[in-house]
């Protein structure tokens, strides 16, 4: 029998894991490093010491930046705790590093003797890009096909989309009659869009994301309290009682993004996805199962009535099937064999 | 004959050096460059294509981030140039690294097989130094005795002021009849209190910096035309023309800074300082010889006729004996051999 694959799993100091609140990075390396130790992968995860775990720990640190002002730069308490991964390569057969901002990584790639493949969690300039296809030797995973898309000549060894904890969230069969916008409130994630949807679609909109400067100048004089109704930040029970009475998640978004965890999390509750076309939307939502994907407002709010005769039941099956962390962690350990040269033993 | 010490010298990678304009860090790293490869040792710097020296130059990237706003995260490509050097650790004796913001250099002082010796610029938070004094394998060279009280329990193998390039500077024999404020337009360095100065003492006053928001706001409204007069930034020809027709060269620097190249520049040309007793001021200038250093404005004005009898000849000599290159490369000789531990034989 061989023995485990051993992975150094490098995740972001900014607060402990998994996170009490948002924190997509952070929840997906929680969940990787989970499903990782179920499956019997010998993982060590570098992350703060107020981080809960069934993997070894190396915390260097007792908790993290976004917790504690005084760690400042930032940047520093990252590239150490990577570093610290890098100085017990031998001890690895591949170090995983979640690139939440950027591929600090790069520095290590050609000083570490084990393999680092990162992780990229955001959409790349051309001038980011053409400064990381100067490294071979760094390994990248992109999240989606549209992400992958912007990394041209940088060695992109796979594409896997993100996974969430399906049983965390739950199924409601017969929803609510609202709208939900649920994200940040920026110009990108389109919350203006999202009234103007529910006001020509004449259906109720309830917003729910932690208020901040774009809300109090664009959002909120657009809420009425009857028609558009604002909820405040929502915890993790909040977010699946509002999810799960939405007669759709709308997701007007403006701005390309690499992947759309909500869009996942919503159809975990058997809530379809009224989406624009833009970014990694199709790779998420299949259009007329899932949701419907269109081309512009126009188009979406016509669509909007189509949603009430889609199966809730099939929205959650596909759910299930195409964004269970299973299928993740079967295709992060099949990437650490392959980066690690090693044939597939594990599963 | 022993061979010649082999020095990696790392430098920010912000512009091409030397500087053209302002940039404190750039300026001292090729003076110190230039002065090693003049005493023998084998400097490898490693910078942007478009610098100029006489060392061997490592570029990895043809400009620096401040020419080119493409090169975004500037972290990252401080990061990458530092790397470069550690990857090349084993044909040095030591690797050198001008820490311009933060010592990234933490993060390879494990991995590195060649010692790695950085330079701090800043005033460092104690919740900074805690960090780094968990990391006894990184030795710091500290800027001045006030910037090393601040270093507790870091590593600092020595302190090292600063050096000038001395032949640049002009001598004037009798100077004009102005007061000088020659920094950024910033509260910490005092423009309003120049002012101040100049209007009690009822003597002229020349301000000489890039105009920015601090100026318009705080400083413009001050500036009269005829004894208050505003010079907009200058390049090196238009700072020594100032500073050698400066009676002297006022500083009521309110924030203490580790250092304070300006007042070694204006001894340079004969130039008294008239200055504020905060951060490294008195390790600079030499209380009734090259200026006067004073506990507060009040002191500070009282003292400037004093100054119309200091002999700027010795002002001269002083900025020589004290900041001249030569002193500042045998210092840094003295670090290297210590920290590589070689014995002294170069020099």
Chains 1, 2 share one sequence.
């Not at 190396?58 to 917790?67: K, Q, R, W």
Request: hydrophobic share 45%; aromatic share 8%; charged share 20%.
């Amino acid at each position: 029998m061989s023995r485990p694959l051993r992975v150094a799993h490098v995740g972001p100091v900014a607060m402990a894991m998994p996170p009490a609140g948002s924190g997509s990075v952070e929840l997906m390396t929680s969940l990787l490093t989970e499903g990782l130790v179920r499956r019997g992968v010998d993982v060590t995860l570098f992350a703060t010491a107020n981080t809960t775990t069934t993997a070894r720990l190396h915390a260097l640190f007792p908790e993290g930046y976004v917790e504690n002002p005084d760690m400042w730069p930032w940047e520093l308490y990252e590239m150490l705790n990577l570093a610290a991964a890098v100085e017990r390569a031998r001890e690895f057969d591949v170090i995983h590093y979640q690139a939440a901002y950027y591929p600090m990584s790069l520095a290590f790639a050609r000083l570490s003797p084990t393999p680092i493949v990162q992780t990229l969690h955001h959409s790349p300039s051309p001038a980011e890009t053409r400064l990381w296809a100067s490294y071979p030797e760094a390994p990248f995973v992109a999240i989606s096909a549209e992400q992958r898309r912007l990394l041209a000549n940088v060695n992109v060894v796979a594409t896997v989309l993100h996974g969430i904890d399906t049983d965390a969230f739950s199924f409601r069969a017969s929803p609510d009659d609202y709208l939900l916008f649920l994200g940040r409130f920026t110009a990108g994630k389109g919350p203006v869009e999202a009234i103007e949807v529910a006001r020509r679609a004449g259906l109720r909109l309830i917003l729910a994301a932690p208020a901040n400067e774009y809300y109090e100048r664009e959002v909120r004089p657009l809420v009425d309290g009857s028609t558009i109704t604002y909820a405040g930040e929502v915890d993790h029970a909040g977010k699946v009682a509002l999810l799960g009475g939405a007669r759709a998640l709308v997701y007007p978004v403006q701005a390309g993004e690499p992947f759309g965890l909500v869009l996942a999390e919503a159809m975990a509750c058997g809530t379809p996805v009224a989406a624009l076309d833009r970014g990694a939307v199709r790779e998420v939502v299949d259009d007329g199962v899932t949701g419907g994907v269109y081309p512009d407002l126009e188009a979406l709010v016509a669509g909007l009535p189509a949603f009430f005769a889609l199966d809730r039941e099939e929205v959650l099956r596909r759910a299930i099937a195409r964004f269970g962390i299973d299928r993740m962690v079967d295709e992060y350990i099949a990437v650490y064999e392959r980066v690690a040269g090693r044939r597939s033993s594990v599963r």
